[in-house]
C-alpha cells in the first residue's frame, strides 16, 4: 500500500500532509506500515483531535505533533521537529524536561498549570507559559514506547495578567500619592471595601467588608439624608450610574469634622439592574475652609475662588514618566516650572535633568536613582531632596522628589515614574534656625569661657588669695552672667523674627567704658599675648552696648589665636570730628587676597596649614559683620600673609 493510503495517516491538515510525505524510510521510525499499533492508533487519533498533541517515541523521542501543537514550536523550531529527537528540538530546556520524560519512560505521569518554558521558537528566546500534561504510551503488553504530551500554550493570558497587574500597581501608586480613599460596594449585600486611608477617616474596623450603615452613621446629621439619597439615585439605570457629593464626616475619634469629596459609577447587568458601585474619596477639609471663610466675605466670589484654590493646589506637584525601554521622558509644566523651564518642547534625562541639578546635588541624586533602577536593592522606591538650577532663570529651587520604579519579570527596570514638590521656603526655614543656633553657641562662647576661666583661678587662689581679690574676680564672674542672661534674652526675641538676623537694643553710651571693661578682661584670661591698649577720651555713641562689645571681643580673641604666643596684640580707640574708630592689629599669619572678599561669609574658614589646629565654625565674622551692618557700619580689613592683621570700625559720635 502507498504510504500516502495509511489510513491512520489521513487527514490532520497541514501537519497530515507533511507527515505523509516524510521520507520516514531514513528516520530511525522505519516505514509507517511497520509501526505498531498503538502508535499508529495514537496518530491517527492525534492528527483528528482540536488539542494540541506531541508524540515522543522511543528512547530517542521521535516526535510526531499535528497542526494545533505547530504553533509551539515556532518558525524556528518547525518543520525541523517532526522525525527529530525531542532532545535536539528542546536543548535550552532538555535540563528541565529531560529528567521528566525519563521518569514517563518508567510509568510516572506530570502536570503543570502556567508552567514557564523559556522557548527558542520564534528567532528570539522569550517566556512562554503551558498548561501541559506528560503521560507514558503504553503497548499490548503494558511497555512505555514513548511520551504523549499535551498542552494548552497559556502565554498570551499569563501577560496580559502580568500587564493588568502592573496597571494596578501603577494604580495604586497614584491612589497612595493623590491621598484618595477607594470604595467598592457590593449592591446585593450592602457592604462594600474600603482602603485603609477610608477606614481610617470613617472609624471602621479592618474587615474585609463592612456594612454600609456603619460609614453612613458617620456622615454629619445634615448632610446624611442628602447623601443617602445621592447614593440611591446613582444606582438607578437612568441616571446613568453617576454620583458626586460633598459632605462631612465626624469621627468619633476625632474633634474636628472632616469634608470630603465622592465619586463614583455605578455599574448594571443587561436587565439594569445594579450590580456593583465604586469610587473615590478625597479629603478637601483644607480647601473648604478657605471657601468658607470667603464665601462669608463676599458670596459672589464662591466659584471663582473655588476654581482658583483648587488650581493652586493642584500646581503643587509636578510629575514626571520615564520609558526606560524608550529611553523618553515626559514632565508636565509644573516639573519643567521647578527645573526653569518654559518652553514645550521634549526632554530629556540627561540634558534637562541631570544638568539641571545642583552640581553639589547632582553625584548624590543621580547614584539613588541608580540604585532605584535595583530591585533587590530599593524595591524601586523613590524619595530624595535636592536642589535644582533653572534652566531659563537660573533660580536655585529646593526639590523633594517621590517615585517608583517598575520592573518586568526578569527584575529589569522599564519605568519610572513620581511627583516633584517645591519646599524652598521649608529648607530656607531650616537654614535660618541653623544660622539662629550657630549665631547663639557663638554669642555665648564668650562669656562662658570667661566664668570657666575666673572660676579656675578662684579655685587655685582660694587657699592664699586675699578676699579682696575673690570679691573681685566674684563681681566680673557676675558680670559675665549678667551677659549671658542678655544675651539668651535677645535671641529668643531674635527667635521671633522670620528672617532669622540680629535685632539690637539701642541706647546711649560710652563706648570707650566698654573697650577699657574688655581689655581688663582680657588681660586676666589672655597671659600669653601682650594687649597693647591705647585708650582715648570719653566717646560717647548710640548703639547696642552687648552687641558691640561682642564684636570687639571677637576681633580681639581672632588676634590672639591667629598670632603667636608671646607676640603683641594692639587695640587703638580714636576719635574724629564725628567719629570713633576702634581698631585691632596683630602679628600673626595674615590673610591672603584670596580669602579677603570670603571672609565675612557665614561658616567661611581660612583653611592653610597655619589654621588646621585652631578651632572655630567660620561664624564669628560673619555675626559681627552683621551686627555692625545693623549700626550703619562695617568691618574693613588691611592684612598681608605673614605679616599680621588689622581689623577696624568707625561709628557715629552722639552729638
Known amino acids: 500500500m502507498d504510504k500516502n493510503q495509511h489510513h491512520f495517516l489521513q487527514g490532520g491538515g497541514e ?58 514550536n515556532g518558525i524556528t523550531k518547525h518543520p525541523d521537529a517532526l522525525g527529530g529527537t525531542a532532545k535536539e528540538t528542546y536543548a535550552e530546556i532538555w535540563d528541565t524536561i529531560g529528567p521528566m520524560f525519563e521518569s514517563v519512560m518508567q510509568g510516572e505521569t506530570f502536570g503543570f498549570p502556567n508552567f514557564k518554558v523559556p522557548l527558542h521558537r520564534n528567532g528570539y528566546l522569550e517566556d512562554c507559559y503551558f498548561d501541559f500534561s506528560y503521560s507514558p504510551i503504553r503497548n499490548e503488553n503494558g511497555e512505555t514506547d514513548g511520551v504523549l504530551v499535551i498542552c494548552n500554550e497559556k502565554t498570551r493570558q499569563v501577560n496580559a495578567f502580568k500587564e493588568l497587574k502592573q496597571a494596578k500597581q ?42 454600609l450603615n456603619k460609614a453612613t452613621d458617620v456622615i454629619a446629621e445634615e448632610d446624611r439624608s442628602r447623601v443617602l439619597a445621592d447614593i440611591a439615585q446613582a444606582q438607578i439605570y437612568k441616571t446613568g450610574g453617576q454620583y458626586d457629593t460633598k459632605y462631612h464626616i465626624i469621627n468619633p475619634e476625632y ?19 445594579v450590580i456593583r458601585f465604586s469610587g473615590i ?47 523618553t521622558m515626559e514632565w508636565d509644566d509644573r516639573c519643567r516650572f521647578l527645573f526653569g523651564i518654559n518652553h514645550q518642547n521634549e526632554v530629556s534625562y540627561q540634558h534637562d535633568f541631570t544638568n539641571g541639578l545642583h552640581p553639589d546635588d547632582r553625584e548624590r541624586v543621580l547614584d539613588l536613582i ?73 554669642e555665648l562662647k564668650t562669656p562662658l569661657t570667661s566664668l570657666k576661666a575666673y572660676i579656675q583661678i578662684l579655685k587655685a587662689k582660694a587657699n592664699n588669695s586675699s578676699a579682696e581679690f575673690v570679691a573681685d574676680l566674684l563681681q566680673r564672674s557676675e558680670a559675665q552672667v549678667k551677659k549671658m542672661t542678655s544675651l539668651i534674652n535677645g535671641f529668643l526675641n531674635i527667635s521671633k523674627l522670620e528672617s532669622g538676623k540680629i535685632s539690637l537694643e539701642k541706647e546711649d553710651f560710652n563706648l570707650t567704658e566698654l573697650v577699657d571693661e574688655l581689655i581688663a578682661e582680657f588681660r586676666i584670661l589672655a597671659s600669653s599675648h601682650e594687649l597693647v591698649y591705647h585708650s582715648c577720651p570719653v566717646i560717647l555713641i548710640n548703639g547696642d552696648r552687648d552687641k558691640l562689645g561682642s564684636v570687639i ?103
Open 15 to 72: 501537519m497530515g500532509a507533511l507527515i505523509r510525505s516524510f521520507n520516514w524510510d531514513k528516520n530511525p521510525l522505519g516505514n509507517p506500515e511497520n509501526w505498531s499499533s498503538s502508535l499508529k492508533t495514537l496518530v491517527s487519533m492525534m492528527l483528528t483531535t482540536n488539542f494540541p498533541v506531541l508524540i515522543c517515541w522511543g528512547k530517542d523521542f521521535i516526535q510526531l505533533y499535528n497542526d494545533n501543537f505547530r504553533p509551539i
Open 170 to 211: 501603577e494604580l495604586d501608586f497614584a491612589i497612595g500619592a493623590a491621598e484618595l480613599g477607594t470604595w467598592d460596594l457590593d449592591p446585593s449585600t450592602n457592604k462594600f471595601i474600603g482602603n485603609e486611608r477610608l477606614k481610617s477617616w470613617f472609624g471602621l474596623s479592618a474587615d474585609e467588608e463592612i456594612d
Open 255 to 273: 474633634s474636628t469634622p472632616r469634608r470630603v469629596w465622592a465619586k463614583g459609577k455605578a455599574l448594571f447587568n443587561e436587565n439594569k439592574e
Open 281 to 327: 474619596l478625597q479629603d478637601i477639609t483644607s480647601e473648604h475652609n478657605i471657601l468658607q471663610e470667603l464665601r462669608d466675605s463676599n458670596r459672589q466670589l464662591e466659584l471663582a475662588l473655588e476654581q482658583s484654590s483648587l488650581s493652586k493646589i493642584a500646581a503643587q506637584l509636578g510629575t514626571f514618566d520615564m520609558d526606560l525601554e524608550k529611553n
Open 370 to 442: 541608580s540604585d532605584v533602577y535595583i530591585k533587590s536593592k530599593t524595591n524601586g522606591d523613590y524619595d530624595v531632596e535636592y536642589r535644582t538650577v533653572g534652566a531659563e532663570d537660573h533660580k536655585i529651587r529646593w526639590i523633594r522628589a517621590k517615585g517608583k520604579a517598575y520592573f518586568d519579570a526578569q527584575d529589569k527596570p522599564i519605568r519610572f515614574i513620581g511627583s516633584v514638590l517645591d519646599i524652598t521656603e521649608q529648607k530656607s526655614d531650616e537654614l535660618r534656625k541653623n544660622d539662629f543656633i550657630g549665631m547663639v553657641s557663638h
Open 553 to 655: 571681643s571677637n576681633l580681639i580673641s581672632n588676634a590672639i589665636k591667629y598670632s603667636p604666643i608671646g607676640s603683641t596684640v594692639e587695640i587703638e580707640c580714636k576719635k574724629t570730628i564725628d567719629k570713633a574708630m576702634i581698631s585691632v592689629s596683630d602679628q600673626g599669619i595674615g590673610i591672603s587676597e584670596n580669602d579677603k572678599d570670603k571672609l565675612f561669609e557665614r561658616y567661611y574658614r581660612v583653611e592653610n596649614k597655619n589654621t588646621k589646629t585652631i578651632s572655630g565654625f567660620g561664624i564669628g565674622l560673619y555675626v559681627s559683620a552683621e551686627i555692625m551692618h545693623r549700626h550703619e557700619s562695617k568691618i574693613q580689613l588691611e592684612s598681608h600673609p605673614g605679616k599680621g592683621s588689622k581689623f577696624f570700625f568707625e561709628l557715629l559720635l552722639k552729638l
